[in-house]
């Protein structure tokens, strides 16, 4: 029965791993995936919730810097995120 559980969580673990390695791929080549279905509040759940965190910051950013560089500063950046990256609470 131990070795089922071992199996089936090594399992879930390695998907895990494969999802956000493909989705790091995606961003590396200007693409932004959708975000990681989260199944459970353990710890692989919160990684892939930090992660949909990361890649929306991301995306904010880009866009922010998109719209400066041509001088349309009406849309300000999400203060949130500057409060999620100041207290680190991902």
Sequence with gaps: MGVLIS???ANRVAATTKEIKDSVYMISTDE???PMI???ED???QIKES???FVEIIKEALYFIKVSGKRELYKP???EFNAIIQNDSL
Excluded: Q, R, T
Aim: proline share 6%.
């Design 51 to 53: 992660f949909n965190v």
């Design 32 to 34: 932004f995936p959708d």
């Design 43 to 45: 710890e692989i759940g």
């Design 77 to 79: 950046y999400k203060a």
């Design 7 to 9: 199996i089936k969580f």
């Design 38 to 40: 989260v199944y459970s």
